[in-house]
């Protein structure tokens, strides 16, 4: 069984980006707005706002996007290698 990279990295990019969102509109209704502040180090441009919001989930898409892809692939590789 094969993974197929773009499906795996779409699914967990939007899934990312989903977080990403929630987590900075609760952060921006029950807490202090301080709790995500790192990351502003991970995501340049990212604020505890509803614009970081948007900027996170971009980031967030694209970043899972990578790793799932990355996943699949060296899942991939690893099966063939393996079991020949």
Same mark, same amino acid.
């Given at each position: 069984?094969? %993974? ?6 779409? @699914?967990? *990019?939007?899934? %990312? *980006? %989903?977080?990403?969102? &929630? &987590?900075?509109?609760?952060?921006? @209704? #029950?807490? !202090?707005?301080?709790?995500?502040? /790192? ?8 604020? /505890?706002?509803?614009? *970081?919001?948007?900027? $996170? ?5 694209? !970043? $899972? =996007? ?8 060296? #899942?991939?590789? =690893? ?6």
């Amino acid at each position: 069984m094969n %993974l197929r990279a773009r499906a795996l990295g779409l @699914s967990l *990019g939007i899934s %990312l *980006g %989903l977080v990403v969102v &929630i &987590i900075t509109f609760l952060d921006m @209704s #029950y807490g !202090e707005g301080n709790t995500l502040i /790192v990351l502003r180090f991970i995501m340049p441009g990212y604020t /505890v706002t509803a614009a *970081g919001a948007l900027v $996170g989930l971009l980031y967030g898409i694209v !970043e $899972g =996007f990578l790793l799932g892809a990355l996943v699949a692939v060296l #899942y991939n590789w =690893f099966q063939k290698v393996l079991y020949k």
